[in-house]
T-cell receptor, first 117, second 113 residues
Framework: NAGVMQNPRHLVRRRGQEARLRCSPM?????VYWYRQLPEEGLKFMVY????????ESGMPKERFSAEFPKEGPSILRIQQVVRGDSAAYFC???????????????FGPGTRLTVT | SQQGEEDPQALSIQEGENATMNCSYK?????LQWYRQNSGRGLVHLIL?????REKHSGRLRVTLDTSKKSSSLLITASRAADTASYFC?????????????FGQGTILTVHP
């Protein structure tokens, strides 16, 4: 059973370009979380999605950032018009359930390291 | 200030010694989790302790939780060079029905052979 997959693992963008980060959850998981880790810091929650629904986007910057998790295919975190401050590692995690203790168990992907030049 | 602050920020020990890391949080929790991150890599889940639990063991790991002080500690016994990594606590806020986590700043552990 493959784990959470993220691609690309490394992404370099110039200021003003768009960045698209993909996350394929574990097989059977329909809940995805995105976190951002700035250099030398812990992870910060960005958004929680279920298939075709954004449940909690309280950690998403108000502008330029968007996320989706379509019925088919991976979850996408999209950053428009990137700036140097967007340089960070972006992690996604998936979980299986919304009921019972298992809903708190998350499995993290290896992350995408975004560098904005 | 942020939920999930950790202490110390960095810890350097010799192989075979024990390592203790502390974490504080600010709101009520459903559970608290500890993760390890090797340099430049993803996160590995170590252990989850629920709000009604006080202590939990997993191999060489021992986690305690004191909800009255809103604090937790992670003890790694008989450390090994391979334990060198960053360790993060992450809390799941009380009343949250899903797994949203608030991470601490982390403790960088270096174990010297």
């Amino acid at each position: 059973n493959a784990g959470v997959m993220q691609n690309p693992r490394h992404l370099v963008r110039r200021r003003g370009q768009e960045a698209r980060l993909r996350c394929s959850p574990m097989k059977g998981h329909s809940h995805v979380y995105w976190y951002r880790q700035l250099p030398e810091e812990g992870l910060k929650f960005m958004v929680y999605l279920q298939k075709e629904n954004i449940i909690d986007e309280s950690g998403m910057p108000k502008e330029r950032f968007s996320a989706e998790f379509p019925k088919e295919g991976p979850s996408i975190l999209r950053i428009q018009q990137v700036v140097r401050g967007d340089s960070a590692a972006y992690f996604c995690a998936s979980s299986l359930r919304t009921q019972g203790p298992s809903r708190y168990e998350q499995y993290f992907g290896p992350g995408t390291r975004l560098t904005v030049t | 200030s942020q939920q999930g602050e950790e202490d110390p920020q960095a810890l350097s020990i010799q192989e075979g010694e024990n390592a203790t890391m502390n974490c504080s949080y600010k709101t009520s929790i459903n559970n608290l989790q500890w993760y390890r991150q090797n340099s430049g890599r993803g996160l590995v889940h170590l252990i989850l302790i629920r709000s009604n639990e006080r202590e939990k063991h997993s191999g060489r790991l021992r986690v305690t939780l004191d909800t009255s002080k809103k604090s937790s500690s992670l003890l790694i016994t008989a450390s090994r060079a391979a334990d060198t990594a960053s360790y993060f606590c992450a809390s799941n806020a009380g009343g949250t029905s899903y797994g949203k986590l608030t991470f601490g700043q982390g403790t960088i552990l270096t174990v010297h052979p």
